[in-house]
């Protein structure tokens, strides 16, 4: 089986902008969960889809977004970039909600000029 | 106090020890613990999960989960020097879906 999907892995915006990350899951798990990295914060949870529904939100700013298509891809986007928005962003996919082992793509290295 | 909570090491053991990594959460509904491995450079992969009470054991991984002490941790067997990696405890707390809420991570490091 192949294994969570993320494109573009690596991404150089400036302030201000706007970017759009993707996420394949692994096929037949419907739950996506963004994850946000960086060295001071650790690892921390942005927000879950499934069945293209959010589940759960983290303790981000409403310039963080996602959403989930009926093939159980999902997308976050994130407005007006910030500096401090310079992270490596994660995706995980798990068969159900709750619980489920969850396994992460490669990332995408986002950096904020 | 931090949710999850790690000692963030580096351990050092030489190679063929035991290493002993440990976690300890605040919420005690929480229900699945998960460790993940995480090489520099490269995203967390999952090598252990467990929902109760005791040991499980898989190869020359071993986790131990007691709920009473809200304490959970990773046992590797026969250290190698690949695995020298930082170690993430993650654990799924009660009503929370798939949100993980993640320690800070242990950094291992296995002598030759």
């Known amino acids: 089986k192949a294994g969570v999907t993320q494109t573009p892995r690596y991404l150089i915006k400036t302030r201000g902008q706007q970017v759009t990350l993707s996420c394949s899951p692994i096929?037949?798990?419907?739950?996506v969960s963004w994850y946000q990295q960086t060295p001071g914060q650790g690892l921390q949870f942005l927000f879950e889809?499934?069945?293209?529904?959010?589940?759960n939100k983290g303790n981000f700013p409403g310039r963080f977004s996602g959403r989930q298509f009926s093939n159980s891809r999902s997308e976050m986007n994130v407005s007006t970039l910030e500096l401090g928005d310079s992270a490596l962003y994660l995706c995980?996919?798990?068969?159900?909600?709750?619980?489920?082992?969850?396994?992460f793509g490669p990332g995408t290295r986002l950096t904020v000029t | 106090q931090k949710e999850v909570e790690q000692n963030s090491g580096p351990l050092s053991v030489p190679e063929g020890a035991i290493a002993s990594l440990n976690c300890t959460y605040s919420?005690?509904?929480?229900?699945?613990f998960f460790w993940y491995r995480q090489y520099s450079g490269k995203s967390p992969e999952l090598i252990m999960f467990?929902?109760?009470?005791g040991d499980k054991e898989d190869g020359r991984f071993t986790a131990q989960l007691n709920k009473a002490s809200q304490y959970v941790s990773l046992l590797i067997r026969d250290s190698q020097p690949s695995d020298s990696a930082t170690y993430l405890c993650?654990?799924?707390?009660?009503?929370?879906?798939?949100?993980?809420?993640f320690g800070g991570g242990t950094r291992l490091m296995v002598k030759p």
């Open positions: 995980a996919s798990s068969v159900g909600t709750a619980n489920y082992e969850q396994y």
């Open positions: 096929s037949g798990h419907r739950s």
């Open positions: 889809y499934f069945s293209e529904t959010q589940r």
């Open positions: 919420d005690r509904g929480s229900q699945s």
């Open positions: 467990i929902y109760s009470n």
């Open positions: 993650a654990v799924n707390m009660r009503n929370a879906g798939n949100m993980l809420t």
